[in-house]
């Protein structure tokens, strides 16, 4: 992420480049996901037939490897970058939101959901950094007010787009289009976070 850097944006026009506003866009993608994904569990249990326990673990696997590696995320970005841990986890979040898509079972699934939390814990501690440090004084705190805007949007929009998600007249994928719709918005920040 080259271009992540004091001098990307513009301090005249006030406005964060698109290589901050991929940072934000990680961040919306993480709490999204989360939220989508507790609207769609009677619809993903009633498919694969899962028993209360393990619909249950479709969420807790994410949100433990999530909290649990939030230290160890933090850690790597010091050793390897910020940058580079960025992008690393934006690929391991994708990367797991296409392996439950692709779920045939609920066990399946709940490994599929813990690689995207090993993605999330990977690239959520960069975003602080990375804002903290390369955004601009003059707008930096344009660029904290814009993480709570993508919190807000991610856990919002999550629990109105997921109701549209899951009927299956809207894109005849059901329950798997909720894990599908990462991939653009995690494809864009990816482009955008590019050296």
Avoid: K
Wanted: glycine letters at 14%.
């Amino acid at each position: 992420m080259a271009a992540l850097s004091p001098a990307a944006t513009d301090p005249r026009t006030g406005r964060l480049e698109a290589s901050h506003l991929a940072l934000l866009a990680g961040t919306f993608a993480v709490t999204f996901d989360f939220f989508v994904v507790n609207l769609a569990l009677p619809a993903i249990a009633a498919e694969l037939g899962s028993g209360a326990a393990l619909t249950q673990w479709i969420v807790t696997g994410f949100g433990l490897v999530y909290g649990a590696g939030l230290l160890v995320g933090s850690r790597i970005g010091e050793r390897f970058g910020a940058t580079r841990s960025f992008r690393a986890g934006i690929v391991l979040f994708l990367a797991g939101s296409v392996a439950c898509a692709l779920a045939t079972e609920a066990a399946l699934l709940v490994a599929a959901r813990c690689v995207q939390g090993a993605g999330a814990a990977l690239l959520s501690p960069q975003v602080m950094s990375l804002l903290g440090r390369l955004v601009p004084d003059a707008l930096r705190l344009r660029g904290f007010a814009g993480y709570g805007v993508a919190l807000g949007l991610g856990s919002g929009l999550g629990q109105v787009v997921g109701g549209l998600l899951i009927d299956p007249q809207a894109l005849d994928l059901g329950w798997r289009a909720c894990f599908l719709v990462n991939l653009p918005v995690g494809l864009a920040a990816l482009a955008a976070s590019r050296e």
